[in-house]
Each structure stands twice: as structure tokens, then as C-alpha cells.
């Protein structure tokens, strides 16, 4: 009985290792996209803060890191729009862009994208890189969360601050531990 390795280059994401066409594309894209609105519906209010804990900013990059740049920003594109047009699948069963939250959204296409691009470099490898991977996804969905908080809910920056961004940031590690964990194992094992 042979064990032979799953043959992995230097580029590829998780996702690329299952065999490319069109329907895997569209199969990825649209799971991405239901595995973040599943996620958002894990929500925890937080005192003095429209904003919940949630388990969208980790399905956000984890989708990101594990389909790469292109079908990472197509699953976050695609989440945001159905959202947009009314399905409850943001935030504690919010939908519309005129939630005060919406920037998060849309700062998670963006850090999809990112994070997607920086592990086809390799960066969802090793624990070291995926830690930089996701504090790197995570500043860029509050660098356009927290301005839109301020925005939207008409207060200052530094209430935005301490409304969308401190309360938040022991709940990032927790989950960034456990991409770091589980990203690099799944290569791991791929490669016996």
C-alpha cells in the first residue's frame, strides 16, 4: 500500500489542491461566502457597543487564507452583496448597508483579499506567518470598520475606538491562535 505525498507547489492555497474547473470555483466562492454569513450568526453582544463578537472576522480570513486572493474577495464580495439585498446573514441577523457594523464588512473583502495573496506567498505555512497573516487581515477590517462606526453611529474617533476596536482585540488573538494552529497543521499533513 502506497502512501505517497500530495504534491504541493510553491503559490498554491489549500483550495488549489482540490482538482481545478469551473464548478470548484463556484463551489468555493459561494461556501466561502455561506461559511461567513453561518459564522456571523455567532454573535455576542457587548456592553456599550453596537458592535458584537462574532465569528465572521475569523471565517472572513480563513477563507481568504484558504482559497486565495481572487476567490477569498469573490466569497467576501458575494457574502456582502446578499446581505446588501436583504438576506440576515450579517451580524446577529442584520442585512443592509446601513448597519453601523457594515464597514467591518466591507474591510473583510478587503482583508480576504489580502490575507489570500500573502498565503499563496506561503504565509499561511508556518505559525510565525500566520500569526503576521492575520494581524495583517485584522488591522485592515478595522482600519475601514472603526472610521464607518465613527461615521454611522455620528461619533468621534476615539469613541469609535473604544467602541469597535479595544473590545475586541483579546477575542482576535484567541481566533488568530487558532488559524495559527490550524492552517499550518492542515499543510502539515498534506505534505506526508
Do not use: C, H, N
Not at 446588501?84 to 450579517?90: D, E, I, K, L, T
Not at 469609535?160 to 483579546?170: D, K, N, S, V
Amino acid at each position: 500500500m502506497s502512501t505517497a505525498a500530495t504534491p504541493v507547489s510553491p503559490g498554491q492555497v489549500l483550495a488549489d489542491l482540490i482538482p481545478a474547473s469551473r464548478v470548484r470555483d463556484i463551489a468555493l466562492v459561494l461556501g466561502g461566502a455561506a461559511l461567513t454569513g453561518l459564522a456571523a450568526q455567532i454573535a455576542v453582544p457587548v456592553p456599550g457597543t453596537p458592535v458584537p463578537v462574532t465569528g465572521q472576522t475569523f471565517a472572513a480570513l480563513l477563507v481568504g487564507t484558504t482559497l486565495g486572493a481572487r476567490r477569498g474577495f469573490l466569497s467576501l464580495a458575494v457574502y456582502a452583496l446578499i446581505g446588501m439585498a436583504g438576506v440576515p446573514w450579517f451580524a446577529e441577523g442584520g442585512s443592509g448597508a446601513g448597519a453601523v457594523s457594515f464597514g467591518y464588512v466591507l474591510g473583510m473583502i478587503l482583508a480576504s483579499t489580502v490575507v489570500g495573496a500573502l498565503a499563496r506567498r506561503g504565509a499561511d505555512r508556518s505559525v510565525p506567518r500566520m500569526a503576521g497573516t492575520m494581524l495583517v487581515g485584522s488591522a485592515i477590517i478595522y482600519a475601514i470598520g472603526v472610521p464607518y462606526l465613527a461615521y454611522a453611529a455620528d461619533i468621534s474617533a476615539s469613541a469609535a475606538i473604544a467602541a469597535g476596536l479595544t473590545p475586541f482585540l483579546i477575542g482576535d488573538a484567541l481566533k488568530a491562535a487558532l488559524a495559527m494552529g490550524l492552517l499550518p497543521t492542515a499543510w502539515k499533513l498534506i505534505k506526508r
